[in-house]
Every structure is written in C-alpha cells, then in structure tokens.
C-alpha cells in the first residue's frame, strides 16, 4: 500500500480514537452533572447527615473530604519531594536506588484495599488511633507516594543537563541549583502528579473505609485529627451499600457531580498556577 495512503490511514484512526475518548468522557460527566446538579443545594453541600430519614446533607463528610486530601498530600508530597530529588540528582546507579525504585514501583500495584487493611492493623489497631481523620491521611498517603515519586523524578530527570552546567558555572552550589534552577524548570511535570495523585485520593473508598470509618463526628468542621472522617467517596458507598436513607439514590446522584466537580476545580486552579509560574 503506499505509504501516502498509510499515513492517512493511521491519520484518520488516531483522530477517531481522539474523538471517541473525548466524547466518551463527555457524556459521562454530562450525564453525572445532568443527574447530581438537581440534588446540590446549600443545605445538601452544608447540611448533616442522615441515617433514616430523606433530606440529610454531607456538610461533614465534604469537610472531610478536603482535610484528608490535605493531610495525605502534604506527607506523600514531601517524602516525594525528598525521594526524587535523592534518586535524580545525589543517587548513583546502584543495587541501592534500584531497589527503592523497585519498591515504589512495587508499591504502586498493591491494591487499595491491601493497604487499607495495613492501615487498620498499623494505624487503627497497633498504634492505637482508632478510625479517625489522621489514620486516613496515613494509609491514603502510601497510595499516593509511589505515583508522586514516579512523576517527580521523571519530572527532574527531564530538566536539561545543561540547566545544571550553566548555574554551577555561575557559582551556584548543587543545592542552589537545584532549589533555584531544577526545581522550578520540573515544576509543571510535579503538579500534573499533584494532580492525578489528587484525583485519585479524592474518589478513594477502600482505604479509608478500614482506617477513617463510616462516621462523622457531631461537630461540623471538626480539626480533631483523632476524629472520625468518612469521606464524600465512602459515604457514596454507604448509602449504596447499607444506607437505609429513602432518598439514597439522589444522594448518591449529588455526590458524583460533588465529586467530578470538585476533581475539576482543582484540577483548573493548580493549571491556572502552573500557568501563572511560567509566566514569572
């Protein structure tokens, strides 16, 4: 066949690959936006739960939702960080760092229900912290660092070497350059896996399911890291699962858009400041 024709061939597949993928995710979130947008109101997004009655909210369970997004972030992100930075610019090619390589790869297939059982035999029975917000954040945390790690080595490892070269020319130390030159040239690479590592967190139910709980505590917006923190994504599955609400399927119908909503929202504000750092 020639290979003008060939090309346009592989041409045509690709974009209809393209356009499926695109309209494909389309009518999803369309149709879960479709279905929750009726359900949120300000007492749905505010309001306390309910075990038996229709009309409850999940007020506590959104706040949740973000503290415990925010604990485990914070530590994965800065035991990545830390990680990443020692594999791309101090480890040399040794059985060593391919043995931590090995393990976070490793680590980034075991099941989350896997880990939400380690969470609960460590962090909820051994070390004595029951289900609570700060048991969650732990156990979510060993889900999102091998991602982070991944991401974020591969993000400094794709700064030009000549970056480096120029900077310790300049008189710069190696942790100056890496602070001032590497850090900032990788910093698009490391918030795309603050983004999928986020994303994930967000929608996750297994883990915190064994290690966070299925309650909420009575006061809304409770900081008590001891407290417990079913999330927006657990509380889907609860009223789905064993919830004896009359109203269950809208509430499950209000957190789906919740959820997609809020993914997106995070996801335009850390491209909006990816953006706005290039632009500095």
Do not use: C
Request: hydrophobic share 55%; charged share 10%.
């Amino acid at each position: 066949m020639n290979p003008k024709t060939m090309d346009k061939i592989a041409k045509i597949v690709l974009w209809a690959v393209g356009v499926f993928l695109i309209a494909l995710l389309i009518v999803f979130i369309g149709y879960m936006l479709y279905k929750g947008l009726p359900i949120l109101s300000l007492q749905f997004l505010f309001g306390m739960p309910s075990d038996i009655e229709a009309g409850g909210g999940v007020g506590p369970q959104l706040f949740n939702t973000f503290y415990i997004l925010f604990l485990s972030m914070g530590l994965s992100g800065i035991v990545a960080l830390g990680a990443a930075i020692y594999l791309s610019e101090y480890a040399k090619d040794t059985w060593l760092t391919r043995f931590i390589r090995l393990s976070t790869e490793s680590l980034a297939t075991v099941p989350s229900i896997v880990l939400g059982l380690f969470g609960m035999v460590v962090f909820v029975d051994y070390l004595g912290m029951g289900f609570s917000i700060l048991g969650g954040s732990l156990a979510l945390s060993l889900l999102n660092l091998p991602l982070l790690v991944r991401i974020t080595e591969q993000s400094l490892r794709a700064v030009p070497q000549t970056y480096r070269e120029a900077s310790l020319a300049l008189g710069a130390t190696k942790w100056q350059t890496i602070r001032k030159v590497v850090l900032p040239s990788a910093f698009g690479g490391i918030i795309t896996g603050i983004m999928l590592a986020g994303g994930r967190a967000i929608g996750e139910s297994a883990i915190l399911i064994f290690t966070a709980g299925t309650t909420v505590s009575r006061h809304m917006g409770d900081f008590d890291v001891f407290a417990a923190g079913e999330t927006l994504a657990v509380h889907l599955w609860y009223v789905m699962g064993i919830g004896l609400v009359p109203d269950r399927i809208d509430i499950a119908n209000g957190i789906g858009a919740l959820l997609i909503i809020i993914v997106l929202f995070i996801n335009l504000l850390l491209m909006a400041l990816q953006k706005k750092l290039k632009m500095v």
